[in-house]
Each structure stands twice: as structure tokens, then as C-alpha cells.
């Protein structure tokens, strides 16, 4: 019953931005940590970023900070990554997940996410 739908995924020119959405729905998003991974062809899923439950805390991997932001909106039980410098080396399917919130949460680790979603495809052309 639990759904995560990403949207706003594309096609865009190195440089470019893209702001991609993923609104969940079946859990109590709030008390969720929320998670963005990636992966590419021939690659494994990376971490990309997290946001607490509260939105009180984010957390981006080395290669995407200062140029990625994530952001929720608990009333809207959505979590956003606004993707900006766009390189082409950024390519991949892009996921969002939802961790339950707890005394200790490992957020890089793909595993410690309950809930995933289906993707959505970002191409970055050079």
C-alpha cells in the first residue's frame, strides 16, 4: 500500500538544472527519513542525499554537494532534489526512499530504507 512515485526527470544539457519530486503515500511521511540514490549503467546504487524526518538535517555525498539540495514539504508528503550544474557524469536512474526514524540512522546505506520507489530517468548530455 506504501507508494513512492518520483516524477520531474528529463533530458537536460550539462549546466542545466532539474528539480525532481517524489511524493509518497500509505505511510506517515512525516516521522520518515527520506533518502535520494541513483544508479547508472554498469554501477551500483550510490547515495546522493537525505533529509530527517523534520527537514531539520540534510546529508549529500561528496560528489553532488553544492550542487544538489534536498528539501520536504510534510504537508505536501513530498521531498524534492533540486539538481542544479548538471554534469554528464550525474546520468543515472534516480530513486527515493523512506526510512523509518529512530534513535540511529545510517543514511548512505541503501539497506536501512524501507521503501522505494520506481525511478525516474535523468540524462545529462555533454
Known amino acids: 500500500q506504501v507508494q513512492l512515485v518520483e516524477s520531474g526527470g528529463g533530458l537536460v544539457q550539462a549546466g542545466g538544472s532539474l528539480r525532481l519530486s517524489c511524493t509518497a503515500s500509505?505511510?506517515?511521511?512525516?516521522?520518515?527519513?527520506m533518502g535520494w540514490f541513483r544508479q547508472a549503467p554498469g554501477k551500483e546504487r550510490e547515495f546522493v542525499g537525505a533529509?530527517?524526518?523534520?527537514?531539520?538535517?540534510?546529508y549529500y555525498a561528496d560528489s553532488v554537494k553544492g550542487r544538489f539540495t534536498i528539501s520536504r514539504d510534510n504537508a505536501k508528503n513530498t521531498v524534492y532534489l533540486q539538481m542544479n550544474s548538471l554534469k554528464p557524469e550525474d546520468t543515472a536512474e534516480y530513486y527515493c526512499?523512506?526510512?523509518?526514524?529512530?534513535?540511529?540512522?545510517?543514511?548512505?546505506?541503501?539497506?536501512?530504507?524501507?521503501?522505494w520507489g520506481q525511478g525516474t530517468q535523468v540524462t545529462v548530455s555533454s
Open positions: 500509505g505511510l506517515p511521511f512525516s516521522t520518515y527519513n
Open positions: 526512499a523512506a526510512m523509518r526514524s529512530g534513535r540511529a540512522s545510517y543514511y548512505t546505506v541503501a539497506g536501512f530504507y524501507n521503501y
Open positions: 533529509i530527517t524526518w523534520s527537514g531539520g538535517s540534510t
